[in-house]
């Protein structure tokens, strides 16, 4: 069994998460889990707080001369900018916040927790806890590797500005992504969405937008057909759709498919030269009755704009009881970016789970038999 839990606000002194549940054998190289970090950090429209912060995973336990040991992995990520909330940390006495934004969680957090202010809520709702997960991530893709199995991301909307994706494999789409400061393989869309940002970042708004995780390498029957918590495609979408601001995933064109007849949607068998089975189309995306199908999965997730934003939004003063709009906290305009390297972590996540379900997952040496 391969779980996580992450622990850490915002602005405190740090994230940690704890991992159990991974083979013993596996290799972690601290700078292959920095390495992600630094990719979820990087992203046009990030506001100020990712000049402050350089993401480093110290690893605490778990891993004994870079290989695991099948104990529980603790990972911790210091908030540089905990220097300059501490003394208001300690004095309890950080800046309250009693104007809800629309979209937030500020609003139902203070409800369902019974607060006056939605400081406590904000700081652990905040996407700064994806830094965590991404770390967990990079682990996940450390075994997945071993198995030659690679998950990647590209960005395909920011706002208006909507990519036309190339006709390339998914590696090259991946390694054009990777260049791009918005994660779009298309350059003249990467263009659009760079003056787009720049557009909302002049009218004090924010954007979000879709971007496309994919796995390749995968073997068939990841996930099962015979009980609803053990379909990997239900699995996949609980995972991405608990990332911060995700508000909807298809798998492979799904609402697309929705649109077309059976015989014009589903992806034929055929046999190659060598008697081997193939499939010319991948419209299930990866998935046929709840398990991986050996075809790439093929995820789309779409990413509401931050709720945040420069120009105020009517909302109410809970404190006063009386109409008020939203005041200004510190944002980012955009993180479509990088919430496609959450994605991917995410995505690692349930791959690598469903891999040791199947492998059995107490030694690297025994998923390897
Ligand atoms: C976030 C608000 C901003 C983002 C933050 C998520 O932080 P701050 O409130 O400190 O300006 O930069 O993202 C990160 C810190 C990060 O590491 O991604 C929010 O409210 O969700």
């Known amino acids: 069994m391969l779980r996580f839990l992450t622990a850490g606000e915002s602005h405190g002194p740090g994230l940690i998460a704890i991992v159990e549940g991974l083979p013993a054998g596996l290799t972690v190289e601290p700078d292959a889990i920095d390495h992600d970090l630094a990719r979820r950090q990087v992203g046009y429209g990030r506001g100020g707080r990712m000049a402050i912060e350089r993401d480093h995973a110290e690893i605490l336990s778990g891993v004994i001369g870079h290989r695991t040991t099948g104990a529980p992995v603790t990972l911790r990520i210091e908030n540089r900018d905990w220097t300059n909330w501490r003394e208001h940390w300690l004095n309890d006495d950080l800046p309250s916040l009693t104007v809800p934004r629309p979209g937030h969680a500020d609003y139902a957090g203070m409800v369902k927790y019974g607060l006056d202010d939605a400081r406590p809520v904000l700081e652990r709702a905040s996407a700064r806890e994806t830094a965590a997960r991404v770390a967990v991530g990079a682990l996940a893709r450390r075994l997945l590797a071993e198995h030659a199995i690679a998950v990647g991301s590209y960005v395909v909307e920011i706002g208006s500005a909507i990519a036309e994706v190339p006709e390339l494999p998914l590696h090259e789409l991946w390694r054009r992504a990777e260049s791009s400061d918005v994660r779009c393989p298309d350059m003249s869309a990467a263009d659009r969405m760079r003056s787009t940002i720049d557009s909302a970042r002049q009218a004090g708004d924010s954007l979000g937008g879709v971007f496309v995780i994919g796995a390749t390498g995968l073997p068939v029957g990841l996930g099962s057909h015979v009980q609803w918590d053990r379909r990997i495609d239900a699995r996949l979408a609980g995972a991405v759709m608990s990332i911060q601001a995700i508000k909807g995933m298809e798998i492979g064109p799904a609402f697309e498919n929705a649109r077309l007849p059976g015989t014009q949607v589903h992806d034929a ?88 379900e199947k492998l059995g997952g107490d030694s690297l040496a025994e998923m390897s038999r």
């Open 269 to 356: 068998f055929r046999f190659d030269g060598e008697g081997r089975i193939v499939r010319p189309t991948n419209r299930a995306g990866g998935v046929e009755g709840g398990m991986t199908n050996g075809e790439p999965i093929l995820i789309r997730a779409a990413m509401k704009p931050i709720p945040t934003t420069v120009t105020p939004q009517h909302s109410v003063d809970l404190a006063q009881r009386r109409p008020a709009t939203t005041q200004y906290q510190r944002s980012d305009v955009c993180a479509v970016p990088a919430a496609a390297v959450v994605g991917e972590a995410m995505v690692a996540w349930v791959l690598a789970e469903a891999l040791i």
